[in-house]
């Protein structure tokens, strides 16, 4: 008979949280002013999205999604149709001054 390589007593170790698989993970939860706190030393431009991440413990792809709503939702308040028309012409002749 062949010795067991099953610890001794009747308890396993426990896993890591790295060892647990995705399903078994725990999600985090992050209110709105958290999210707008994060976001903000990127808006002017000082600051990267993997420093404030790594700063504040979170995914570099979770800020990322939180920065990017964030601009949707401003881009969408203050944006009319008349105005949305005068950056495309103005788009437009950037693109040609930029050839001369």
């Known amino acids: ?22 399903k078994e993970r725990t999600r985090r939860q992050f209110d709105d002013a958290f999210k707008e706190d994060a976001v903000r030393p990127l808006e002017s431009g000082n600051s990267s999205v993997g420093r404030v991440a790594k700063d504040l413990g979170i995914q570099r792809a979770t800020l990322s999604n939180w920065v990017d709503k964030d601009r949707k939702e401003r881009w969408d308040v203050g944006v009319t149709p008349d105005l949305a028309a005068e950056n495309r012409r103005l788009c437009k002749e950037n693109e040609q001054l930029a050839m001369v």
């Open 1 to 22: 008979m062949t010795p067991s390589k099953r610890p001794q007593g009747d308890s396993f170790p426990t896993q890591t949280e790295d060892q647990k698989t995705r």
